[in-house]
Nanobody, 125 residues
Framework: VQLQAFGGGLVQAGGSLRLSCANSGRPFSTYTIGWFRQAPGKEREFVAAISWRGGRADYLDYLDSVKGRFTISRDNAKNTVYLQMNSLKPEDTALYYC????????????????WGQGTQVTVSS
């Protein structure tokens, strides 16, 4: 599994971005995929996770502050997971990471086996 996150950029408050997490290695179709973010001077935090259960995608959870604004989805045929971010706020500014293959709690970064490099999201006020 080789993950690559992209789609970040600079956007004004209230704007939208869609992040993608593409896997160029062994298909991760049954893996739980998580998005995390890390702002300068802060710890990396859980943003959202999506699993694959019963032959379909099923989101697990979102960070409270992004509920209703962010949507996680996956396209196993394209080996890609997405994070649609709407109504962005300056406090969403961070380096966003995707991770795969959970062993343990999906909201804990220590539970994930594979990580991609981050993609920077900057929201201006």
């Amino acid at each position: 599994v080789q993950l690559q996150a992209f789609g970040g950029g600079l956007v004004q408050a209230g704007g939208s971005l869609r992040l993608s997490c593409a896997n160029s290695g062994r298909p991760f179709s049954t893996y739980t995929i998580g998005w995390f973010r890390q702002a300068p001077g802060k710890e990396r935090e859980f943003v959202a996770a999506i699993s694959w259960r019963g032959g379909r995608a099923d989101y697990l959870d979102y960070l409270d502050s992004v509920k209703g604004r962010f949507t996680i989805s996956r396209d196993n045929a394209k080996n890609t997971v997405y994070l649609q971010m709407n109504s962005l706020k300056p406090e969403d500014t961070a380096l966003y990471y995707c991770a795969a293959d959970v062993s343990g709690s999906y909201f804990s970064m220590d539970s994930y086996r594979y990580w991609g490099q981050g993609t920077q999201v900057t929201v201006s006020s």
